[in-house]
């Protein structure tokens, strides 16, 4: 294979063919079914669906069959299905459903507002994942133009991915056949911890999402007249909490969310501190003098990453503060977005939960529990001696830097779902979520010649397929 020429051909097929459609696809707020329960009504997921269906027809390789698929009420998939000129079977794997606005953006940047500066395209769902299915067909072109072999290659497109990917069990069951048993998994939707070489994720952690209602009365009362009397649904919501996590350290209070670290994570979490360094607590945009939860910077890491934690991501019954009067509020619902480890079993944890907030209940008072579809997390597979060797490859060609793996504290239902089905398959799950890329927050954006680097890793790991 010749190296120049690859990356020639994939920087060019970004900026004439990527770069485009990414600006178009920012512009279209297609949230997932989570965050637009009207998505069917709104439009927008077709109106991507079209795009991305019109933009692969124009550009997929000779000889490759593309086609979607969507069950009445549920959100589509794409599959392009790419003949293989050796024996292998290869699964590519990205989302196009978005994350919901969040606030805090700059005042030249917007969710649905596409803007390139130094590199970087700003917007909802560049970086998270849009780039996946544009670039999984570039890297596939790029070996094509070199007449270089490759496996069959199936690449897979979800649109309920934020939502917890309730939609892909069914369809891994419709397309069970043409999916086939995957020899190897590449998925375009995860983290870097730098800018400067190839990165894989070795882990992932699962999420369990739920609202908890907690009811005092039927109508909002004068507090002047009630507060005291009437326990206070906020403090009650506050003394469940401290049921499963501790408020003084962040530790979660339930046996059956954590789990026994394995020794060689321990030390690739030591290693890539020794990479990163301060980069570790510096990639956070942290307020002030803010300081973390610990200064042990690879126990800092691990938390992120190989423990449970618990954000409280939003709530209903609380009037914004500029509208707040003196009341005692009926109700306060709180919105519980629990991240737990690889290898926990995210409907046990879903029951431990369940029974730690409901078995003593302050007051009797009414508490109603919602659990969204739980995720679990994931934990790779020993890595194959000839990947390891063609990622080292990879990196070294295209960044000048040796590759580096990391556990990421995020979720991607699908690498479970698929890590469960098929145990003897390998990965390679990487992604473009850089410091300050920021995917869920205000200001994402995509670091385009880092995402052209990558697209050249992924061929050249392709070519070297076995
Ligand atoms: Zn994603």
């Known amino acids: 294979m010749n190296i120049k020429k690859l990356e020639n051909n994939i920087n060019s097929f970004w900026d004439s063919k990527i770069t485009p459609v990414l600006i178009d696809y920012i512009k279209i707020p297609n949230k997932s079914p989570s965050f637009d329960p009207d998505w069917e009504k709104n439009g927008h997921m077709e109106k991507v669906l079209n795009l991305a269906m019109k933009w692969a027809e124009d550009n997929k390789p000779d000889g490759s069959t593309l086609s979607y698929e969507q069950t009445p009420g549920k959100t589509p998939i794409i599959l392009l299905d790419i003949p293989g000129t ?61 007449g270089i072999d490759h496996p069959r290659i199936l690449v897979l497109i979800e649109f309920s991915e934020e939502s917890g990917s309730p939609d892909l069990p069914h369809y891994m069951e419709l397309c069970a056949e043409k999916i086939g048993t995957p020899d190897l998994v590449i998925c375009l939707d995860s983290g870097a911890g730098d800018y400067k070489r190839f990165w894989t994720t070795t882990s992932l952690r699962g999420l369990i999402g739920l609202s908890m209602k907690v009811e005092v009365l039927r109508e909002g009362i004068h507090s002047g007249g009630a507060s005291g009397h009437v326990p206070s649904s906020f403090r009650i919501a506050r003394k469940l909490l401290s049921l499963i996590e501790d408020e003084n350290t962040g530790e979660i209070l339930v046996d059956e969310l954590h789990t026994n670290i394995p020794e060689h994570r321990l030390k690739e979490t030591a290693t890539l501190v020794s990479i990163l360094g301060n980069e570790v607590v510096q990639e956070f945009p942290w307020k002030n003098g ?177």
């Open 86 to 146: 050796v024996d292998g079977n290869i699964l590519m794997y990205g989302h196009l459903d978005k994350q919901p606005e969040m606030e805090g953006w700059k005042d030249d940047l917007g969710p649905w507002t596409p803007v390139m500066k130094d590199g970087k395209l700003y917007g909802r769902g560049g970086a998270d994942d849009g780039y996946a299915l544009f670039a999984s067909i570039s890297s596939v072109l790029a070996l094509k133009e070199q």
């Open 290 to 466: 803010m300081k973390p939860s610990t200064n042990d910077k690879v126990e800092g890491v691990l938390r992120r990453t190989w423990r449970p934690a618990l954000s409280i991501v939003g709530s209903d019954g609380l009037p914004p503060t500029a509208n707040a009067g003196n009341v005692l509020r009926p109700f306060t619902t709180l919105q519980l977005s629990m991240r737990i480890p690889p290898m926990v079993d995210a409907k046990k944890a879903t029951e431990a939960i369940k029974k730690k907030l409901t078995e003593s209940i302050p007051y009797e008072a009414s508490v109603k529990l919602h659990f969204e579809e739980a995720a679990d997390g994931w934990n790779a597979p020993e890595t194959s001696p000839w990947l390891i060797e063609a990622i080292e490859k990879a990196s070294e060609n295209y960044f000048d830097e040796k590759p580096c793996s990391i556990s990421e504290g995020g979720t991607i239902p699908f690498m479970a779902m698929l890590g469960e089905r098929f145990p003897d398959a390998q990965f390679v799950i990487t992604g473009v979520l850089g410091p300050q890329s920021n995917a869920h927050g205000p200001n994402e954006f995509l670091h385009i010649p880092f995402a052209k680097k990558l697209t050249c890793c992924i061929s050249s790991i392709i070519s070297d397929f076995k």
